[in-house]
């Protein structure tokens, strides 16, 4: 089983920068992928950002530029270090790892961008 706590949710206005962890139970030293995802009420969950074992990373090209994703492997933690907010960057942030087989997810922080 692995247990992941997303935090650093909030509102901000746009323009503003935020940065959201994502800690995790066990040790993510071996992960081969880790997502983010978001999703806002009533619209369909989408992949933002991928980081692997080797650091390697991926965005969706409605955050490239914009969004970096990290990891500290000592802490179990991933980062998404969110920059140039926009209100449709506002959505319920998640972590996402396979396991096994199994999907592992977070229970998401929200991220509100409003003036």
């Known amino acids: 089983q692995v247990q992941l706590v997303e935090s650093g949710g909030g509102l901000v206005q746009p323009g503003g920068s935020l940065r959201l962890s994502c800690a995790a139970s066990?040790?993510?030293?071996?992960?081969?992928?880790i997502r983010w995802y978001r999703q806002a009420p009533g619209k369909e969950r989408e992949s933002v950002a991928i980081?692997?074992?080797?650091?390697?990373?991926n965005y969706s090209d409605s955050v490239k530029g914009r969004f970096t994703v990290s990891r500290d492997n000592a802490k179990n933690t991933v980062y998404l270090q969110m920059s140039s907010l926009k209100p449709e960057d506002t959505a319920v942030y998640y972590c996402?790892?396979?396991?096994?087989?199994?999907?592992?997810w977070g229970e998401g922080t929200l991220v509100t961008v409003s003036s």
């Open positions: 996402n790892v396979v396991r096994g087989g199994t999907n592992y």
């Open positions: 980081i692997t074992s080797t650091g390697t990373t």
């Open positions: 066990v040790s993510i030293f071996s992960m081969t992928r």
